[in-house]
């Protein structure tokens, strides 16, 4: 299945968009497939710099092998991924900068580290920023996840809420050409739902924001656009309309 949508789409390179819009990357008929089975089949795709993109589908589907992709972390078998700077030219996987919150987290909780120093970490791959602009940084992503009051506050005295909070300082610190989030919500009761949706309703105002989710219907305020992946991948086509029967074709 081709997949239809606003952009429409890439072929390696030539890829046609909106009057006005910035490409950040392109997915040009990329295949995946893992142990002679299929997980992404001939996806093209454009994400705009600004859009707040929701992505759902099945369990399976190839959800996180999307974005796994896009992060360098897996390899299209097919086709390639193009990343491209502020101009719109191409740039290399290794200019291109993402920030990622992944479903599951693999933080030692007993390890003997602050929240700031968490957060801290998300800057460790970037250059050139002296004393002052590191501490400015994380100062600022300390705040917009509203954990400022907690900076020095061991991650083995959190909640499941707060370490969550602190990993997304973490992914943004650096202040990323994207941010990748895949099920933040999961295990995280409604009180950290809340204050998540608040947090990215800030961080989408200057922001490129994927993200995976089953609670789609949740996130509608937020999203420009909608995505299901299911092996292919379709675009709903109908703003704010995210029920996958409706997006069909």
Do not use: W
Request: some cysteine; proline content about 4%; overall charge neutral.
């Amino acid at each position: 299945m081709k997949s239809p949508g606003h952009n429409d789409l890439c072929r390696c390179g030539a890829c046609t968009h909106h009057s006005g819009v910035k490409p950040l990357l392109s997915l040009c008929e990329v295949s995946f497939v893992r142990d002679s089975r299929v997980i992404l089949d001939d996806v093209n795709f454009t994400v705009d710099r600004g859009d707040f993109l929701a992505i759902t589908g099945p369990n399976g589907g190839g959800k996180t092998t999307l974005l796994r992709l896009i992060l360098g972390l897996l390899t299209p078998g097919k086709g390639k991924i193009v990343y491209y700077d502020e101009q719109g030219k191409e740039m290399t996987r290794d200019a291109f900068r993402p920030g990622y919150l992944p479903q599951k987290n693999s933080v030692d909780s007993h390890f003997p580290i602050t929240v700031g120093e968490v957060i801290a970490s998300g800057l460790l791959s970037v250059k050139n920023l002296d004393k002052a602009e590191k501490q400015s940084r994380v100062e600022e992503a300390l705040k917009l996840v509203e954990l400022a009051d907690l900076a020095s506050r061991p991650i083995g005295r959190l909640s499941g809420g707060q370490l969550q909070r602190a990993l997304l300082g973490r992914a943004i610190v650096a202040r990323p050409h994207v941010l990748i989030l895949d099920e933040p919500l999961s295990y995280l009761d409604r009180h950290f739902e809340e204050q998540l949706y608040r947090i990215l309703s800030h961080i989408a105002d200057k922001s490129t924001v994927l993200l995976v989710s089953h609670q789609i219907s949740k996130i509608d305020a937020l999203a420009n656009r909608h995505v299901i992946v299911d092996h292919a991948l379709t675009e709903c086509t109908h703003q704010h309309h995210y029920k996958p029967i409706a997006c069909a074709d």
